[in-house]
């Protein structure tokens, strides 16, 4: 057990900044965990944004006790018995000016009854900054004083603040295919996007062809963002998400009152909507970024994302086909291009509306 405490402190000097490891050594859980001073301001008597060696002394017995509790690893459903805490002030980001930290080392011990080792390992964290670079927190998790195979990373946020590490692979792929439903299903300017392109031509052959592009492309650009091949900033991604609904709403428009029927032109909509869906995929890309990929099963958790966007698309156009249904039914005389025209012109009002907000 010494040799089990010791291995980890003796590298957690070199900490670097929102990271941390968690180690399971039988029924023993060590963590070491770098955290920022921002989540900790009411411990800041100067209000300079950082701790230091009289601080830390002065309020040491009530920061251990509130790390007890925003620290908080567990087997399953069954929390660890804390053992001991210590805290320090964290030397690779000690001033040497004014001998003050904005970094503050956690090293919390839990200790569980089971004596056949800690099996389910859950970790629940809330030492989140106010500054956008220390929202994240990135932990390895090991099994073992020589962990080769038994090792996870994990990123935690705001809005993923617990974790279970050594999960199967089935069980994260179910969970980014429900995250991937709920963000298409909960995102008003995709569903928008997709009413519009839909608008563009009635009809079960079309809506496959443009909705099979709007897969294709949206696939690539996602797996390309989340694997670190492409970045762009999220503001430039969610302006341009507007600026493609405000397209197909205009190329809609024109091509109905043109023509004065629907949209024929599905080799120019096709390319138009692959473009388009490249955009939304890096859009995609940015709401899953702000969880994370899990890094033990990346293309699995990826695949599932994927997977569950799709989901999302298709119980999304079961509802417009329903609503089409009623519309013919108790509407008939209105016509695909009257249809296209008022979908395309709520649409084209959505994203001039997007678009002035995102850009101001």
Request: neutral net charge; glycine residues 6%; aromatic residues 10%.
């Amino acid at each position: 057990m010494a040799l089990f405490l010791i291995a980890p402190l003796s590298n957690a000097h070199l900490m670097p900044a929102q990271n941390g490891t968690i180690n399971i050594e039988g029924s023993s859980v060590f963590a070491a965990i770098s955290v920022p001073i921002s989540s900790l301001l009411h411990f800041d008597d100067d209000h300079d944004g950082q701790i230091s060696h009289e601080e830390l002394f002065r309020h040491q017995t009530a920061i251990e006790k509130e790390v007890d509790s925003r620290l908080i690893i567990k087997d399953g459903a069954v929390n660890g018995k804390t053992t001991w805490i210590n805290l320090l002030i964290n030397p690779s980001h000690l001033s040497m000016e004014n001998n003050k930290s904005d970094e503050l080392l956690v090293l919390k011990h839990s200790q569980f009854e089971n004596t056949s080792g800690v099996k389910d390992l859950i970790l629940d964290i809330n030492f989140f900054g106010i500054n956008p670079n220390e929202k994240p927190i990135t932990i390895k998790a090991t099994r073992g004083l020589r962990p080769t195979l038994a090792s996870e990373v994990a990123i935690f946020t705001p809005l993923n603040h617990e974790h279970q590490f050594f999960r199967p692979a089935i069980s994260i792929f179910f969970d980014y295919l429900k995250l991937g439903t709920e963000h298409v299903l909960t995102g008003t300017d995709h569903l928008i996007f997709l009413l519009v392109i839909l608008a563009s031509g009635l009809g079960i052959r079309n809506w496959l062809l443009v909705i099979t592009g709007f897969t294709i492309a949206h696939s690539i650009s996602l797996g390309l963002a989340l694997l670190g091949y492409v970045k762009l900033p999220p503001y430039w991604v969610e302006l341009t998400i507007a600026l493609s609904i405000i397209l197909v709403a205009c190329i809609n428009l024109f091509s109905s009152l043109k023509n004065k029927q629907k949209n024929t032109n599905v080799g120019r909509m096709l390319l138009v909507v692959g473009v388009c869906g490249l955009i939304h995929g890096l859009g995609f890309a940015s709401a899953i970024n702000a969880i994370g990929l899990d890094t033990s099963h990346q293309l699995t958790s990826l695949f599932g994302f994927n997977i569950g966007i799709e989901i999302g698309q298709l119980i999304f156009l079961c509802l417009i086909l329903l609503l089409l249904s009623i519309i013919k039914r108790y509407f008939s005389k209105l016509t695909e291009q009257n249809i296209t025209i008022c979908i395309s012109t709520i649409a084209l009002f959505f994203g001039l509306y997007w678009m002035a907000q995102r850009f101001f």
